[in-house]
């Protein structure tokens, strides 16, 4: 995801074009915030100003407001192809300078048209998908088609999503732009027109807004908007698509859900799927450090930690290798023993969080190999590793982390798969099953919160009215109650822990009491008479029971006081499936307890002090 | 040189069948909920948007007398009267005054927070999609419409889905933005048909209710609605024209509307509404989530919970009422007694069992239709209908079930 928009308008009609745009990608900063960076036409030139970094560091460097002109157009990043760094970031620029483009989406033809366009003498600079539309639009130009012409051809080659906006220098009062699949919106303005991902971008200096619809091209200029169809060429009516936004839209962001939260959660099965889309070569690279290594130690902190419980189960479970798995910040008791041949597995989402990075530096010192599971791409924990396997979730902006979990438990087993396969600890013909397992889980997650949803609200309806909570699991579901106990603490504000069910007798069980809540995470595995026990000893003590179970569990309907039936499945892609119930679980009594989840209290999405 | 239009259509008709006997002497739109009529809700929300027209589709000439006059002033009104039976008639008889491409489709009995319609239209325009309805998670997928989200899209809807085959949880709530070809398809194939058709021809997007949210589809709704009102009064709300005794205890939150008096040593333990000139006799006990309509008078002695006694009842002197609704001017005897405690097995559609002291129990008074006149001394057992108009002999007891519950 990234964010784009453009302005142009008549000379002296907004004071300072370019500081308009950038505050427009200050609100944009929701879709992309690796690099960011504008382009303007001036004096029949082309200025660019672009950077890696947030929008109010590369400000500070690049100075946006300075950038002279009044057509202006910008972009903030979220990197999909090619890391963040200056050269990758938007706007892109063709080999003459006469053209700019600012881009949201990803260009699936990419590769194909980049090397015709090499094979014509284009120079590239960037790794981007981007670029290649620059340079169509100036292959156009320069065989004589005029500007909006040469656009549009350049656009009728792209394949795969965009939202696209483009300058040209002979035509310097016009943006160019065409849309599919990714968000695009006109505003309309007096003297002035905007062209935005959203529509709080630019509200705040028109309030007159034309959507544009997939398959659509044209251009705004100061005085006028022009749409059409690019296969059809019909015209579009703008009087009839012309809408008036009579208040504040700052849902826009959210896409029609209360949180961003609850938007996330939701986004799982889609997260997952892009995640599975995206694996490649590294898997098989990740997988044989992982068997050639001496020994493997597993560091993160928070829900990544609980990521890396879960990746310890499926070492020593599926490739029968033995793991440690550390809390970041508690690195230094082991680093004596670290030695070359050794390997880290750190996992983070924001690729910055200080005391994976300070695990991460210590063992490398010492000569061990750093494998990181990250989701942001070229942040500073892959920047220091050997290897970097990437989540695709997409940015998450709710600081309780939900579908970075559950994309990081993806791409570990599919880590762990090909492991188990390069040092045969498994039969093929079972990690061919898994594998197809793994290809159906972001359909049975998607199943699973619709069946669910009301279910969930209404035990939150519970719940939210407890002081303290225990969640408790065998196995594999050991992380899964470490994960939801965590969620319920960060934005439910309950006290809640979580055990490894046998544990529960040696101490915690002394609390239990009339109506204390404890949540059972009942897996298909070989536990499951074990746990059945666990929930039975609770339920005599007038516990209140909830579990979450397989869906052919009746045994323990008779003892659960709620349970949450899971579609059937191998119990190790439960990680996937069980979480967000846990999620919505902690969603639903946050909200119910009156507490904004997406800004928890005391919490930082990425922490940067140790 | 643009100008965008936006109507909306209110589908207040029919004659609210689940809700009987309370719908016996009044629409469904006019029962009320905490001192308005449910059609205020909806107005409520709608008047928050951009509109230039509200069509609102009715059946009663007292709705339409009521809507015009309490909302033609503030808003653009255009009443129709609706032809036929069912949704897909009340939606075709307001197909010649929509002439926008989009439209804003609303129930005209649904209680929810204002911000649920400016979120759905929010939904729509932000995202650009052709159309978008709002969903909320709901237990009683049987007595709902159930959409299913793929990729953030609705892509499939299913009416009253057997519960334990219903692929989803959320259920339609009752607030659309539709395009107007939407229509033709009604036309065509009936509402839900149309609403697939719609998800599969174009692209409608999710818009998401997390809040309580009430469809006043049975008796036990009102109650519901009542409970979710009261439970979200910040601060109590007394009004300067009310008379309350300096003996009466008074704890809040609560309205206590104008006109109203509260006589001696009457105990009011909010959350708790007391409507328009009503009139609360000495010692009663009015309890958490009772609303009391305008015009009616409670007996001494009396105590009311968790009820709804609509507009012009009497409840004589020693009453107990507990999770009933009374409808409009009927007369409670004195010593007339609900009893409250559903038998365990008995199951009704959307009303859930709560844990009282551990134990699991579905609550339910009597639903008491309008002009009923009950004798003194009767005792109504849980679940008990009462026809409007009847008249009950003293000393009864009164066990009739309605065959849904």
């Known amino acids: 995801m990234c964010g784009i928009v453009g302005v142009t308008c008549l000379q002296g009609k907004l004071s300072s074009p370019a500081k308009i745009i950038r505050k427009c990608l200050e609100k944009l900063e929701y879709r992309g915030y690796d690099s960011v960076g504008l382009a303007s036409i001036f004096k029949g030139m082309i200025v660019v100003r672009k950077g890696k970094g947030k929008i109010e560091e590369v400000h500070r460097r690049m100075n946006f407001d300075g950038v002279p002109g009044n057509t202006v157009i910008g972009h903030t990043r979220w990197a999909t192809h090619g890391a963040p760094s200056d050269n990758n970031a938007h706007p892109h620029i063709d080999c003459g300078r006469i053209v700019a483009i600012v881009h949201n989406g990803i260009i699936k033809n990419y590769m194909e048209l980049k090397k015709k366009l090499i094979a014509k003498g284009h120079i590239f600079r960037s790794e981007t998908d981007t670029e290649v539309v620059a340079h169509l639009i100036e292959e156009y130009l320069n065989k004589g088609f005029k500007p909006y012409e040469a656009f549009k051809k350049a656009i009728s080659h792209v394949k795969g999503s965009y939202a696209i906006a483009a300058i040209i220098i002979s035509e310097p009062n016009t943006i160019f732009f065409a849309k599919k699949d990714s968000p695009l919106i006109i505003g309309i303005g007096d003297g002035f027109n905007f062209i935005a991902s959203d529509i709080p971008a630019f509200l705040e200096h028109t309030r007159r807004i034309v959507v544009v619809k997939d398959f659509e091209v044209g251009y705004i200029t100061p005085t006028n908007v022009f749409i059409e169809n690019l296969h059809t060429g019909k015209i579009v009516d703008l009087s009839k698509r012309l809408r008036f936004i009579s208040w504040t839209a700052e849902m826009a962001a959210k896409a029609g859900y209360p949180h961003y939260m609850l938007k996330e959660i939701h986004e799982q099965p889609r997260a997952l799927r892009e995640t599975i889309n995206g694996l490649g070569e590294e898997i098989e690279q990740a997988a044989n450090m992982i068997i050639n290594a001496r020994r493997v130690f597993i560091t993160a902190a928070g829900t990544s930690f609980h990521a890396g419980l879960v990746l310890d189960y499926y070492l020593n479970s599926i490739a029968g290798i033995a793991t440690i798995p550390l809390i970041a910040s508690e690195y230094s008791k082991y680093v004596r023993s670290v030695k070359h041949g050794d390997l880290l597995i750190a996992i983070s989402q924001s690729g910055e969080t200080i005391d994976t990075l300070m695990a991460v530096r210590e063992f490398k010192k010492r000569g061990a190999k750093i494998l990181a599971i990250s989701n942001v791409i070229d942040s500073a924990i892959p920047r220091e590793s050997d290897l970097t396997v990437y989540t695709r979730a997409g940015p998450e902006i709710g600081v309780a982390a939900t579908k970075t979990f559950t994309t990081q438990v993806l791409v570990e087993l599919a880590t762990v798969l090909k492991a188990a396969e390069l040092n045969n600890s498994l039969d093929v013909s079972e990690i061919a099953d898994l594998r197809k397992q793994l290809e159906k889980t972001p359909k049975i997650v998607e199943k699973t919160i619709m069946k669910h949803e009301a279910f969930v609200n209404s035990i939150a309806e519970i719940v939210h009215r407890k002081n303290s909570m225990y969640y408790l699991g065998r196995g594999l579901g050991v992380p899964i109650a470490m994960e939801g106990a965590l969620k319920l603490k960060e934005i439910a504000y309950i006290h809640a822990e979580a055990y490894p069910a046998g544990e529960s007798k040696h101490g915690p069980i002394a609390l239990v009491e009339k109506d204390f809540p404890v949540l059972f995470i009942v897996l298909d595995d070989e536990n499951s008479e074990n746990i059945l026990g666990n929930v039975t000893e609770m339920k005599a003590r007038n516990a209140l029971t909830i579990g979450l179970i397989p869906e052919h569990f009746e045994e323990f309907k008779e003892v659960l006081d709620h349970s949450i039936k899971i579609p059937l499945h191998d119990h190790l892609i439960s990680p996937m499936t069980y979480t967000p119930i846990l999620q919505l679980l902690a969603y639903y009594s946050a909200v119910k307890r009156g507490y904004d989840p997406d800004k928890p209290r005391n919490l930082a999405k990425t922490v940067t002090v140790e | 040189m643009f100008q965008y239009r936006l109507k909306a259509v209110v589908l207040a008709g029919g004659r609210g069948e689940r809700l009987k006997p309370i719908t016996d002497c009044m629409p469904k739109s006019m029962v009320r909920i905490v001192g308005k009529p449910v059609i205020d809700y909806v107005l409520e929300g709608l008047s928050k948007l951009p509109l230039d027209e509200i069509i609102v589709v009715l059946s009663h000439k007292k709705l339409a007398k009521y809507v015009e006059e309490k909302w033609g002033r503030t808003l653009s009104i255009t009443i129709v009267y609706q032809k036929g039976k069912g949704i897909d008639a009340a939606i075709l008889s307001a197909k010649d005054l929509i002439r926008s491409p989009n439209f804003v489709l609303a129930y005209g009995d649904i209680v929810v927070n204002p911000k649920a319609y400016i979120r759905t239209l929010e939904t729509h325009i932000n995202s650009g999609a052709e159309a978008s309805m709002l969903l909320s998670p709901k237990l009683d997928v049987e007595s709902y419409g159930v959409a299913y989200i793929s990729e953030n899209k609705i892509v499939s809807i299913s009416e009253k889905p057997v519960p334990e085959k219903a692929e989803s949880t959320l259920a339609v709530a009752g607030i659309f933005v539709l395009p107007s070809t939407f229509l033709n398809y009604v036309e065509e194939h009936g509402f839900t048909e149309a609403l697939n058709m719609l998800a599969k021809e174009y692209t409608v997007v999710p818009s998401f209710w997390e809040d309580w949210w009430v469809d006043i589809g049975y008796p036990w709704d009102i109650l519901k609605a009542n409970e979710y009102v009261l439970r979200d009064l910040r601060f109590s709300h007394i009004s300067s024209k009310a008379t309350i005794s300096s003996k009466a205890v008074i704890e809040g939150p609560l309205i206590i509307d104008d006109e109203a008096e509260i006589s001696h040593y009457a105990v009011i333990k909010g959350p708790a ?80 069992p709560v844990r009282v002291k551990g134990k699991l129990l579905t609550k339910l008074g009597a639903i008491i239709g309008c002009n009923v006149y009950i004798g003194a001394n009767s005792t109504l057992f849980a679940g008990s209908i009462i026809k409007s108009h009847e008249k009950i002999k003293p000393h009864s007891i009164i066990m009739q079930q309605r065959s849904t519950l």
């Open chain 2, 273 to 352: 509404y007391i409507g328009k000139n009503s009139f609360i006799g000495d010692h009663c006990l009015i309890r958490e989530y009772t609303s009391v309509e305008e015009n009616v008078i409670v007996g001494a002695f009396s105590e009311v919970k968790h009820s709804s006694i609509q507009p012009n009842v009497t409840v004589s002197s020693y009453n107990y009422i507990g999770d009933t609704v009374i409808g409009e001017s009927s007369v409670l005897g004195p010593h007339t007694v609900t009893l409250n405690i559903l038998p365990s097995g008995v199951k009704v559609s959307r009303l859930h």
